[in-house]
């Protein structure tokens, strides 16, 4: 998500324009890969690549620096560290055309360039690509997020565009629109119950995808409490900020009842505490650049915060201290969505890259982390979005949509089927 459209991009194939956020600063990788691209438009190759390495010190999993890195390799007739380049690309299991590339015009008659090339482009993935939980059928909207409860066995789904909570009849299978017009909803993101059950929390946001009126991005959002048996709303928590733009896009619920939430536009993480009446910056960072998901440690001293742009952070609840997780050879860190706690580590929802999947993330304070892929492959898990772990299984969202309105459509798309797809944790 980036400039204000919160549709689903490829790290690998767009460049980085640039977080809108409130902060002044920009994070030194991104503001490198900005010289180097002006340097490279300029014919300055030997300067692009000086930035690009730089940049590739500081996030060393950046799908897009490694690509940007093979291209200026390869213009400056350094064959094999272009191919260097390719490779890392392929050590991270992601896939992409290279062929067409005319940056690699010259390397095309290269042995090595055509087996990393035959790599790339395949699906090399073995993972399984779960079971099929729930599929929502004629679905109009955009299904940001699903959550079941446990003790009825009710689904409810977050719908973006038709500013709604839908729930679905355990019985029946039957969806019903859950939440109430006159409760003027927005974009609903996030959803989640309180421990007791008696509060159905969720994030809600104003997008350009949205029906209706005040479709603007970011320019509403807030933490919204509701009642469970009858889907209105009690409160309101909003993000303020005359004048800035917010977007509450995932939270968490903390032991205590205290709510965690991440700021997609504003650099920073919002805290609610219980019984709390307004919403309070906990932490901002300049180096922060679209926050995503949170997850806490088993011990609860640690939360992590997926940002799209840079990768997972690592926070230390009590000194507000943090660092960045370093990801391993064979992996990015790099356009994580959703992430959820489980038993040795986490789970991470990846969009953000090619192919769409699941990753298993063992945090490491020390060195690199380790991850494996644990969810791909299927032909409609396209558009992977927010998910649940509950009752030994991890539940998400395999094509919300997004990607439908990336480019905005003349005409509304059809009804479509959305599937919950669902995978054993362990």
Not at 328 to 334: I, V
Request: hydrophobic share 45%.
């Amino acid at each position: 998500m980036t400039d204000f459209q919160f549709s689903r991009f490829l790290l690998l194939l767009v460049p980085f324009c640039g977080i809108a956020a409130t902060l002044s600063a920009t994070p030194k990788h991104a503001y490198l890969m900005r010289e180097a691209a002006t340097a490279a438009h300029a014919g300055d190759q030997a300067t692009a690549l000086a930035k690009l390495e730089e940049a590739a010190q500081l996030r060393p999993d950046y799908p897009r620096i490694q690509l940007d890195l093979a291209r200026t390799y390869a213009a400056l007739e350094r064959p094999e560290d272009a191919l260097a380049a390719l490779q890392r690309l392929v050590d991270m299991g992601l896939r992409m055309s290279v062929t067409s590339d005319p940056a690699f015009a010259a390397l095309k008659g290269s042995p090595g360039f055509q087996t990393i090339a035959k790599q790339l482009a395949r699906d090399s993935n073995t993972a399984p690509a779960g079971d099929v939980a729930v599929t929502l059928p004629d679905v109009t909207g955009v299904i940001e997020s699903c959550l079941l409860d446990p003790a009825s066995q009710t689904w409810y789904f977050g719908d973006v565009r038709n500013r709604c909570i839908w729930q679905r009849d355990a019985r029946s299978g039957a969806l019903r629109k859950f939440t109430d017009d006159e409760d003027a909803f927005d974009g609903v993101f996030k959803l989640a119950l309180s421990s007791d059950r008696k509060t159905l929390w969720a994030t809600t946001a104003t997008v350009s995808v949205m029906t209706g009126e005040d479709a603007e991005d970011g320019k509403r959002s807030a933490l919204v409490a509701l009642d469970p048996a009858t889907g209105r709303v009690r409160s309101r928590f909003p993000a303020a900020g005359k004048g800035i733009k917010h977007l509450l896009g995932d939270f968490i619920i903390a032991e205590d009842g205290t709510i965690y939430a991440t700021d997609s536009i504003y650099q920073a993480v919002w805290r609610l505490p219980p019984e709390g009446k307004e919403l309070e910056v906990w932490l901002e960072n300049t180096e922060f650049m679209n926050l995503q998901g949170l997850a806490f440690s088993a011990d609860g001293h640690t939360l992590y915060v997926s940002d799209y742009a840079n990768g997972i952070w690592r926070v230390d609840v009590a000194t507000k201290a943090l660092a960045l997780l370093a990801a391993p050879a064979n992996a990015t860190f790099f356009g994580l969505d959703g992430i959820y706690a489980v038993s040795g580590g986490l789970l991470a929802v990846q969009n953000g890259v090619k192919p769409q999947r699941v990753l298993r993330i063992e945090p490491s304070a020390e060195g690199a982390s380790s991850a494996r892929v644990v969810a791909t492959g299927r032909p409609d898990m396209t558009d992977l979005s927010l998910g649940q772990v509950v009752n030994g299984r991890f539940h998400f969202v395999g094509n919300s949509g997004w990607a439908l309105y990336d480019p905005a459509p003349d005409a509304p798309p059809p009804p479509r089927p959305v599937t919950i797809y669902s995978i054993p944790i362990n």
